[in-house]
């Protein structure tokens, strides 16, 4: 088998047993494991019987560590990329040592695995293939709706903190009305639980407070005429009135000024 000198290794997302023997193989056989957290790694490691030493890398200090990686890897050693959970690189720290080993020509690869996002969307029902992954949503109402605005035509799938879901969701529905939902959370652990639902319905359901790690989609809009949702809004939070975001978007689209019209009512 070919031998690299860095290998990127996903790690279970909740139950310990997913994740293949190859995985297993190559923690045991690199010479160090750069890891998010070593407590949380330490807990892996003593499962599975490997000895490996650990290192801490996270975002607060992936740029300082890059250094010693290079010693590292000029002294011949081979290291293991993981993250606390999942796939590493998937809204977790690694792309500037990529790019670093890309610069200087350094062999690396991806092994496959535990991912959120795959799990997730495996098990949703779906019309065609097309999401938009944004990774966590923002924490700020305005910036949560221009997502929600910029992506209206397409499946936006993101995480979400359990402290602050309740309130995103209320965002949602106040942007996209009572649209259909996907949500998981707990994902392959005992109290893991989706569902599939119009976004008042799952509010309602969570009333009470969520715990576990979330990962949410919202479906996409089917109506005519959606792609001009965002344009609507960034020329309305620059003053037009709606007689001229009307004008103005009929002109550089081949809406009609009364379809744009009742869509601004149903938007703002």
């Known amino acids: 088998m070919k031998e690299f000198q860095l290998y990127i290794v996903p790690t279970p997302i909740g139950n310990i047993q997913d994740i293949t023997f190859r995985a297993i193989e190559i923690l045991k056989f690199v010479d160090v494991i750069a890891c998010e957290d070593s407590r949380v790694t330490q807990k892996l490691l003593n499962h599975y019987n490997i000895s490996t030493k650990l290192i801490s890398y996270h975002k607060y200090n992936e740029k300082s560590r890059l ?25 977790d720290p690694g792309s500037y040592l990529i790019k670093e080993l890309i610069k200087n020509n350094i062999t690396f690869t991806a092994l496959p695995g535990a991912c959120a996002v795959s799990t997730f969307l495996s098990q949703i029902p779906r019309d065609d293939e097309e999401f938009t992954f944004i990774g966590f949503i923002p924490r700020r109402k305005n910036e949560i709706e221009d997502v929600l605005q910029k992506h209206i035509s397409a499946n936006l799938v993101f995480y979400d903190s359990p402290n602050r879901l309740l309130k995103t969701l209320e965002i949602i529905k106040s942007v996209r009305g009572n649209v259909k939902i996907a949500l998981s959370r707990e994902l392959t652990k005992l109290f893991e639980e989706t569902k599939v639902d119009m976004v008042d319905n ?13 990962v949410c989609m919202v479906y996409k809009s ?47």
């Open 67 to 91: 250094e010693l990686f290079m010693k590292f890897f000029a002294e011949g050693k081979k290291i293991a990329l993981v993250s606390d959970a999942g796939t590493p690189m998937i809204c």
């Open 202 to 214: 799952v509010i309602k359901h969570y009333k009470d407070g969520i715990k576990g790690e979330i």
């Open 222 to 268: 089917n109506e005519q005429n959606s792609d001009i949702v965002p344009q609507i809004s960034k020329l309305k939070k620059a003053g037009y009135s709606t007689k001229d975001i009307s004008k103005i978007l009929s002109i550089l689209t081949e809406v009609s000024k009364n379809d744009i019209y009742e869509k601004i009512s149903k938007v703002l």
